[in-house]
């Protein structure tokens, strides 16, 4: 056992880990396309696993697939069992499992508890009638005194109030997302049973688990007091997680204990403790630790926050899940302002202790697309980390043109297909991070620890060393923009494992010291 555990916490330390391996996040609109509509499907998935299993990943979570009207591309769920038209039909599910469970790899589905879609039959149901059985299946509050909404809350992706009066009944329905995305009353004993029916409908069919949506949110304060003056409308929606979501969980995790299956959730949530609200044995097995995807590229920066998040987390005997990019937010080298420095930062997420998640393209060091305003299609401006990812170096680059969204900026130099053939590629340098991490056990089981200028580490370089037994590695990243000395790694006794600017950055050979500008390097102690 590599972490000194606290057996007094709060007895949520697990023997080991739920899952080990790497998490690949696939966004099915953007994946890979086979009809040639122009938007992603199941089959494309299922042609793509290949790729996956190439990379060495262990797990592929997939955003939704399911029936929906699109109003926010998926996350509105209209029927919870069944596949939209777009992608395809549930045979295709039943097929890309079994094809993913042929390759080693799990498969996770997103499950998204905290709302429906407006015109989800639930809904429909409970919009029609305050008697209905249906109603408190949703969150139903009359107007205020003027007539405006319950609360001051404003919700995501517009600041705009997060509760819609409706006419037919003369009452307000909260949605923390869009007016098409009705939160659900997880203290409904009848909608609680029916969303842990949706996780049971699909382990049935043999999923291995879920990323859970926004999953902070479900337990509410019902007396749903106003915001402090004052709170910024960005995001505050957060902000109103509530302890009684742990015991929603629970219920959650007695379903997926009964199948061996896992959860990771979407704790959008800067406050650690916050986060780790929400794990443990009867909660989520794993929360994404969204810290580094929030950080301006800073090594102090960096520094700080891996540090604390991992005391935080091996403290209770569990593993962060590291995210630097996904669906929601810009791409990580759009977001840090290079190729290069994306690179650096994948040898960062890949040797980090916990799980790393690699968002779609993240392998190819992908930027956003340059979406025209007229081609804008998402109500929270999140389509340039959406561009299609691109396969070949041809024409369209395996896409009908035009593609659901623009490609991404050179596409077909960065498509899967060019950067196969490139050994220096970031492809092959993520495929080489990954066979790292598995063929050393020190880069997955062992201690973490942050390194300072007392371990001769730089300003402007997030150094951190993995111990297990004998064994050391350390990953050093410049993250500054100019070249760094660090002597103290130069003795002779360091390989140098990886370099993040490609095969010809010495691998193999002693680290002499020298750290380009925006590189990264894992060493290993001789
Ligand atoms: C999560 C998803 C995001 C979605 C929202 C509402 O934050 O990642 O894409 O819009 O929940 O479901």
């Known amino acids: 056992m590599a972490e000194a555990r606290d057996p007094s916490a709060d007895g949520t330390a697990p023997d080991g880990p739920p899952f080990d391996g790497v998490v690949y996040q696939v966004y099915p609109r953007s994946f890979r396309d086979t009809d040639g509509d122009g ?14 299993a190439s990379l060495g990943v262990g797990a592929v979570w997939s955003s939704p697939f399911f029936r929906s009207p699109m109003a926010d591309f998926g996350y509105d769920i209209s029927d919870h069992r069944d596949v939209d038209p777009l992608f395809g039909a549930l045979a295709d599910v039943d097929g890309l499992i079994a094809d993913a469970h042929a390759r080693g790899l799990r498969v996770w589905l997103d499950w998204v508890a905290n709302h429906t879609s407006d015109r989800h039959p639930w809904f429909t149901a409970s919009r029609s009638s305050r008697e209905d059985p249906h109603r408190d299946w949703y969150v139903w509050r009359d107007p205020a005194p003027d007539g405006g909404p319950p609360n001051n809350w404003i919700r995501h992706f517009a600041p705009e109030p997060a509760w819609t009066y409706d006419d037919a009944t003369g009452q307000y329905y909260l949605h923390h997302f869009l007016p098409e995305q009705p939160d659900v009353n997880w203290d409904d004993p009848g909608l609680r049973e029916a969303q842990l029916d949706v996780l049971r409908f699909w382990l049935d069919r043999g999923v291995d688990g879920f990323r859970a949506d926004a999953i902070v949110l479900i337990g509410q304060d019902r007396t749903y007091p106003d915001d402090p003056p004052g709170t910024p409308p960005d995001g505050r929606g957060w902000f109103h997680w509530h ?24 704790a959008f949530l800067e406050d650690v403790d916050a986060v780790l609200a929400h794990v443990g044995d009867d909660a989520l097995h794993l929360a994404f630790t969204f810290q580094l995807l929030l950080a301006p590229w800073d090594a102090a920066e960096w520094a700080r926050r891996i540090a604390e998040v991992d005391a935080a987390f091996a403290a209770r005997g569990l593993w962060p899940a590291w995210v630097l990019s996904n669906h929601d937010k810009p791409r990580l080298a759009t977001r840090v302002g290079s190729r290069a420095r994306a690179r650096a930062a994948l040898c960062v997420l890949l040797t980090l202790r916990g799980v790393p998640t690699l968002y779609q393209g993240d392998e190819l060091a992908l930027e956003d697309a340059e979406v025209p305003t007229e081609r804008e299609v998402d109500p929270g401006g999140r389509d340039g980390c959406r561009a299609p990812m691109p396969w070949t170096s041809e024409p369209g680059c395996g896409w009908p043109d035009p593609a659901w969204l623009p490609l991404p900026p050179d596409a077909a130099a960065l498509s899967v297909a060019a950067q196969e053939a490139d050994p220096a590629s970031a492809l092959h340098l993520t495929r080489r991070l990954i066979a790292l991490r598995s063929s050393h056990e020190v880069l997955v089981r062992g201690a973490q620890r942050v390194l300072g200028a007392a371990d001769g580490i730089p300003d402007g370089v997030l150094g951190f060393v993995r111990e297990l037994g004998d064994a050391r590695m350390v990953t050093l990243a410049e993250m500054a923009g100019r070249t760094a000395t660090v002597p103290a790694f130069a003795d002779g006794a360091w390989v140098v494992r990886i370099g993040s600017d490609g095969a010809a950055a010495g691998e193999g050979g002693t680290f002499d010291g020298t750290l380009p500008a925006d590189t990264a390097v894992v060493l290993e102690r001789a």
Do not use: F, N, Q, Y
């Not at 938007?39 to 996956?52: E, F, I, P």
């Not at 302890?243 to 979407?266: F, K, N, Q, Y």
């Open 39 to 52: 938007v992603g499907d199941l089959a494309g998935m299922r042609a793509g696993l290949d790729h996956l």
């Open 243 to 266: 302890p009684s979501t742990r015991g929603h969980l629970a219920a959650a995790r007695r379903v997926l204990d009964e199948r061996g299956a896992v959860m990771i959730g979407e």
